[in-house]
């Protein structure tokens, strides 16, 4: 607890310098998760092992105008073997539902083409970036690098407004890339952060792993409200329930983050009574 109260104070100084007293509350039931690929994926990441892509509407079964759609989409899928959402070969499907909707566009490892066809539809990007090598081959089961996240991301920055997130505990709840993460995307520069934490799921092969330790996740996010002092920090949909989500929710807002999807009640009490102002959303919060 001392621990956790010296970085809150460091933190919380930052965030009084560099934004107004109020808070995020997301709650996205307005923003529809269509999967391009439906259940399928040409990966068995050990984290997810496609059982997320079955919470979400397939591509194939969205009726020609989108009607069951809300006034936001996630649009994401399965990847192929080579870590890339195959989005270029739904374009012309996703531009018929484009017209009154934002899209956020989850792309993976694409390439330029990709890119050059995915840009006009994108409101914004969610990128998720890992910072660890063994990570990358042994939890996605990618043949790729750290070099190529990092090339991606460059890419990507050039023509769309891109969300990098990071998955802290990715590695089956160990800390592995998750500063190295932090220091490139600080290099490389970015609008926002989005920080999620691995949690274990049902079906797959970290299914029986436990989260990271807390005080390691409160580390993670106190090193990057440092390091980002003046972009927007959120704390994503992806993390633990129970007392841990509790207990993150409440040292979040401690520690200076700007805004926590689907916060817990405990965190909304906290934030009101440090003299924050609380904004809901009923989208995804990168919108």
Same mark, same amino acid.
């Given at each position: 607890m001392e621990a956790l109260d010296r970085l809150a104070a460091k933190c919380w100084e930052i965030r009084e310098a560099n934004f107004r007293p109020e808070i995020v509350w997301s709650y996205p039931a307005q923003t529809t998760a269509v999967s391009v690929t439906g259940g399928e994926c040409g990966l068995d990441c050990a984290h997810c092992g496609g059982v997320y892509l079955k919470r979400m509407t397939p591509l194939a079964a969205v009726s020609r105008h989108g009607e069951e759609l809300g006034p936001s989409c996630l649009i994401s899928g399965g990847c192929t073997s080579g870590g890339r959402v195959p989005l270029a070969a739904h374009t012309a499907r996703l531009a018929a539902l484009k017209?009154? #909707?934002?899209?956020?566009?989850h792309t993976g490892l694409v390439d330029e083409a990709d890119i050059a066809v995915i840009a006009p539809l994108a409101d914004k990007v969610s990128f998720d970036f890992v910072g660890d090598d063994a990570t990358i081959r042994e939890v996605l089961g990618l043949n790729r690098t750290v070099a190529d996240y990092v090339a991606c991301y460059r890419k990507l920055r050039e023509c769309c407004q891109v /969300?990098? $997130?990071v998955c802290i505990g990715l590695h089956g709840g160990e800390i592995?890339?998750? $500063?190295q993460a932090l /220091? @490139? &995307? #600080?290099? @490389?520069g970015a609008d926002s952060l989005t920080l999620i934490v691995f949690t274990? !799921?049902?079906g797959t092969r970290y299914a029986d792993r436990k989260p990271p330790a807390l005080e390691e !996740? &409160? /580390?993670v996010i106190a090193a990057a409200r440092e390091l980002f002092p003046a972009i927007p920090l959120r704390l994503g949909c992806m993390r633990p329930g129970g007392r841990y989500r509790e207990t993150l929710d409440k040292a979040a807002v401690r520690l200076g983050i700007n805004a926590i999807v689907n916060p817990t009640r405990a965190a909304v009490r906290l934030a009101e009574s &440090?003299? @924050?102002a609380g904004v809901g959303r009923g989208e995804c919060c990168v919108l």
């Open positions: 017209p009154g #909707r934002r899209f956020n566009i /969300a990098p $997130h592995r890339g998750e $500063h /220091a @490139l &995307l #600080r290099m @490389l274990p !799921t049902k !996740t &409160l /580390a &440090l003299g @924050l």
